[in-house]
């Protein structure tokens, strides 16, 4: 089985995803957790070059084109050899981030992100998608009390989170079957409750 996280930063989603592999272990599942950007050699470099070479002018574009690659190399060697022996993936963050970050963020064209986006899965569609819902003052203001450097997405201005939530939510009502929103607005352990509730209905 394969679950994926989004949700605009400071949402909380390395926590659940970490909560939900604790849950699934204790019910036999073997369980490996990853995310995006940066699985891998190439992976690291790719991430190095988005999000931390702050002083590059990349071209939203260029920025498309490097989280699909990266992608590809994910799903092809690290995600589906772990699918075929049996295991659960969960991946923090996926291709529905490069749909709304690049597509409804940056505001390039909806149609060809979403075709490069889809491409870059090879095929691998989450079973399910847990979208942190919560507003972007609560979850920048989360960002702000971790003791940690930000990359340069957490540095855009309010409108482009703004951006991020309301194209996570349009496009869960696009896929309500796959996406499942999640009010992240509680304490983890509420929230956390919340997934799995709706993974016990999935199992
Ligand atoms: P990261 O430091 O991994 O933190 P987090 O996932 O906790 O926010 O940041 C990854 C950043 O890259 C994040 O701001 C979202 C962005 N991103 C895209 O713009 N497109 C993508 O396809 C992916 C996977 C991430």
């Known amino acids: 089985m394969f679950i994926t996280f989004e949700g605009i930063e400071g949402s909380g989603k390395s926590t659940q995803c970490k909560l939900l ?14 995310r995006e950007p940066g699985w891998g050699t190439m992976g690291k470099l790719i991430r190095h070059i988005i999000l931390e070479e702050k002083e590059l002018d990349i071209h939203p574009l ?21 699918l075929e022996n049996g295991e659960v993936v969960i991946c923090d963050r996926y291709f529905d981030s490069t749909i709304v970050y690049q597509g409804y963020g940056r505001q390039l064209d909806l149609y060809t992100v979403k075709k490069l986006a889809e491409a870059s899965t090879l ?10 819902n919560l507003p972007v003052r609560e979850g920048l203001r989360r960002l702000d009390l971790r003791d940690e ?15 991020i939530r309301q194209g996570y939510i ?8 796959r996406i499942k929103i999640i009010n992240a ?6 929230v956390q409750k919340q997934i799995r509730s709706l993974m016990d209905s999935i199992l």
Not at 123 to 132: A, G, H, N, R, Y
Not at 153 to 162: G, I, T
């Open 21 to 34: 592999k604790e849950y699934l272990e204790s019910r036999g599942h073997n369980v490996s957790l990853t």
């Open 170 to 177: 349009s496009e869960a009502t696009l896929n309500t079957n």
């Open 123 to 132: 095929d691998l569609v989450p079973d399910v998608t847990f979208l942190l």
């Open 185 to 190: 607005s509680h304490e983890a352990d509420d």
């Open 62 to 82: 260029t920025e498309l084109y490097l989280f699909c690659a990266d992608r590809v190399q994910h799903v092809k060697d690290f995600i589906t050899p772990r």
């Open 149 to 163: 450097t930000t990359n340069r997405m957490d540095e855009e201005p309010m409108e482009f989170h703004e951006l």
